[in-house]
Structure formats: structure tokens, C-alpha cells
């Protein structure tokens, strides 16, 4: 793995450690509905921002690092007004 690079369990973690502040800032209070879908969102666009800004803005790149077709980021990108 490369310097500064954050492996899976490191992700998890930071993930965990972000719904754990959530739930707590709830006091008990139960989430609004569409949780999968705010958290999915919350993590899809910095990850496709950074995932472009590594590969210098090449939509072809990111997409292939992405696991996802060029259409398919193209339309996400589109979606959280990346441009």
C-alpha cells in the first residue's frame, strides 16, 4: 500500500466513528428516513472528487479506478455538481 493510503479497516473505522458522533448528536432521537442513501452520498462525492483529482481530472481513469463505466461517473459527477 502507498504512503498515506488508508487501508479498509482504517476506512470502517472512520465510517463507524462518524455514525457513532451521529447517532450520539440524535440523543436518543431516531434518524429521518433515507440513512443508507444520506451516508452513500455523504461518502460517493469526495470520494469521486478525489478519485479525480488523483488522476488529473481523466474521467476514463477515474472511472476504471472507480469500478464503474465512464456513463455511470459521468452521471453521478452530474448528480453531486462535480465538475
Known sequence: MSEGAIDENEM???VRLALTEYFSDLEGEEPGC???DMVMN???KPLIE???VQV???Q???AAMLGI????LRKKMLQHGIE
Open 12 to 14: 470502517a473505522r472512520h
Open 34 to 36: 433515507g440513512l443508507y
Open 42 to 44: 455523504c461518502v460517493e
Open 50 to 52: 478525489m478519485v479525480l
Open 56 to 58: 488529473g481530472g481523466n
Open 60 to 62: 476514463s481513469r477515474a
Open 69 to 72: 463505466n465512464r456513463n455511470t
